[in-house]
């Protein structure tokens, strides 16, 4: 359940409706680049996954064998892209468009690690909305660091990782997207 509750696919656009919606500013807008990121983070890399699973190529929706993570991971890289370009052209705030192009980096850093070890994108995934949620709305939200040995606990449990793949996880995801946001978003 913990590792379903911090699964990538709910992360993603949990961190973005913060950002988007976090002043209640709930405009037709903010909907509409709610959705492009939620497209881009979500349906079209589960999609794709799913597809493999349905084909035999994985035997689970969070492919659990690491070298065969290479080809989805890039192709969400392509749609994390083609999102950030989209929040370019309808001049979303800059907090959004440099969360959609950490998730574009992070994950092509993910995908290039995953062709020799099995880097946990759980871990990744919860430990770069902790960064920038943290860095761009409140310090408050560094408390998510708490997620972690729940996460290790769960994944371990699950047999999906050992736990420095985990721990490499958050770890990398968070100073990724803190730099990420240091650079682009100076506050």
Known sequence: MISAVFHPFLM?????????????????RNWLLFLLCFAATDLFPFFYVYRM??????????IPEHKKRFHPLLFSVMVYG??????????ASPLVNILMFAYMFNTMIAAL??????ISIHGMA????????GYAISGNFYWMFLLLPLLLFSRVKL????????I????????????????????
């Open 12 to 28: 993603a656009p949990a961190t973005f409706a913060i950002l988007l919606f976090g002043r209640s500013d709930f405009s037709g």
């Open 53 to 62: 699973k349905r084909r035999g190529e994985t035997a689970g929706m969070d």
């Open 82 to 91: 083609l999102a950030f370009l989209g929040l370019l052209f309808w001049k």
């Open 113 to 118: 690690i995953s062709g020799r070890w099995k």
């Open 126 to 133: 919860a430990g770069g909305p902790t960064a920038a949620l």
């Open 159 to 166: 047999q999906a990782h050992t736990p420095m793949q985990v």
């Open 168 to 187: 490499a996880g958050f770890i990398l995801g968070f100073l990724l997207t803190i730099i990420q946001f240091r650079v682009g978003f100076p506050l």
